[in-house]
């Protein structure tokens, strides 16, 4: 499953690079966030390894964060991986005119075993999740 989101922030490109990846942050804009934990590396670097844990509903989802690419101010590329279940995200930020950024984050998720009939049903759940989170992440780096 792929779909692409996008937003328009009113901040140059470097400064919502800088939010989005200092994880002091994350609980500011991303809901159900319960833990992000440094396993080996460092966030701005490729091959950087975290794990992720959210609880949504009652469920508790745990995910390996893997950096992929980094090269500021253009792009952040990381997975997420927890069982059954992988998502190459695909950060890219553009300069939208002085001191704006156009955010567009590519998903592509992979589903295995039982869950594959679950990924059918949740298309519209997750991309709607994700323009939410983007949303709140806007709001968050205009107030910063």
């Keep these: 499953m792929k779909f692409t989101s996008q937003v328009a922030i009113d901040r140059p ?7 989005l990846l200092d994880t002091n ?11 992000f934990e440094l396993l080996s590396g460092s966030r701005d670097q490729v091959g950087a ?12 989802l745990e995910m390996i964060e893997t950096v992929v690419e980094y ?8 997975t997420f991986e927890a069982r059954g279940v992988k998502n ?8 939208d005119g002085a001191g704006r950024t156009r955010w567009v984050m590519d998903n592509t998720l992979e589903f295995k075993g039982m869950i ?9 759940t997750i991309t709607k999740q ?4 983007m949303s709140r992440f806007k709001m968050f780096a ?3």
């Excluded at 390894?49 to 508790?60: A, H, K, L, N, P």
């Design 25 to 35: 942050n994350i609980s500011q804009w991303q809901q159900g966030i319960r833990s």
């Design 116 to 124: 594959s009939v679950l990924g059918m049903f949740i298309h519209d």
């Design 130 to 133: 994700t323009l939410e989170s």
């Design 142 to 144: 205009e107030r910063s």
């Design 71 to 78: 090269r500021p101010p253009d792009l952040f590329t990381s």
């Design 88 to 95: 190459l995200v695909e950060n890219r930020f553009y300069e």
């Design 49 to 60: 390894r975290s794990r992720v844990v959210f609880e949504m509903r009652g469920v508790r």
């Design 13 to 19: 490109r470097q400064r919502v690079l800088e939010l």
